[in-house]
T-cell receptor
Framework: DTAVSQTPKYLVTQMGNDKSIKCEQN?????MYWYKQDSKKFLKIMFS???????INETVPNRFSPKSPDKAHLNLHINSLELGDSAVYFC?????????????FGPGTRLTVL | GNSVTQMEGPVTLSEEAFLTINCTYT??????LFWYVQYPGEGLQLLLKATKADDKGSNKGFEATYRKETTSFHLEKGSVQVSDSAVYFC????????????FGTGTSLTVIP
């Protein structure tokens, strides 16, 4: 009965590779997000989708490309991985795109680029 | 713009001590305010929230009151337990901003027996 799930939980890869992280929510929410947490635990929004439509696209290198095949899924593809991409990536969802709504977070994917 | 300033950690307390973690914010409009907790190796879990001024959020003995006059949302607990050891994040969500969350830097709490 996992609410927001992410795969994989750990990802170790070489510089220059391309990798994807998948996220699925079974809460019936309309809005999904990707956040990056750096080594100092600071969390920053990367992208937000509402009903499969891109809403927020923060200043993120265009090597990062989100894809939402349907309302329940938001995947993150990263091209040409760099050392600085090493971080924990969290997916989240909320019922709607309104500021009073709680966001529900997945367990995170720890990406290590060697 | 929107931002959250949170008390620097780490914080170390003895069991049953009183906890306060300060959080102040800057926002356009009237934001909603949240406290999330992150246990080691896990994702963030909502601890409590308040969506308008003077609201008090509470959960598991933790409380925080939305103070518009001081733009603050300080987290308090009267008697902490070892199981409260975690990182605590204050966050705001501003209207007309796509429900984007702005997080504070997190405060690491360790409770010792």
């Amino acid at each position: 009965d996992t609410a927001v799930s992410q795969t994989p939980k750990y990802l170790v890869t070489q510089m220059g590779n391309d990798k994807s992280i998948k996220c699925e929510q079974n809460l019936g929410h309309d809005t999904m997000y990707w956040y990056k947490q750096d080594s100092k635990k600071f969390l920053k929004i990367m992208f937000s989708y509402n009903n499969k439509e891109l809403i927020i696209n923060e200043t993120v290198p265009n090597r990062f490309s989100p894809k939402s095949p349907d309302k329940a899924h938001l995947n993150l593809h990263i091209n040409s991985l760099e050392l600085g991409d090493s971080a924990v990536y969290f997916c989240a969802s909320s019922p709607r795109q309104v500021s009073t709504d709680t966001q529900y977070f997945g367990p995170g994917t720890r990406l290590t680029v060697l | 713009g929107n931002s959250v300033t949170q008390m620097e950690g780490p914080v170390t307390l003895s069991e049953e001590a009183f906890l306060t973690i300060n959080c102040t914010y800057t926002a356009t409009g009237y934001p909603s305010l949240f406290w999330y907790v992150q246990y080691p190796g896990e994702g963030l879990q909502l601890l409590l929230k308040a969506t308008k001024a003077d609201d008090k959020g509470s959960n598991k003995g933790f409380e925080a009151t939305y103070r518009k006059e001081t733009t603050s949302f300080h987290l308090e607990k009267g008697s902490v337990q070892v199981s409260d050891s975690a990182v605590y994040f204050c966050a705001l969500s501003a209207p007309r901003n796509g429900n984007q969350f702005y997080f504070g830097t997190g405060t690491s709490l360790t409770v010792i027996p």
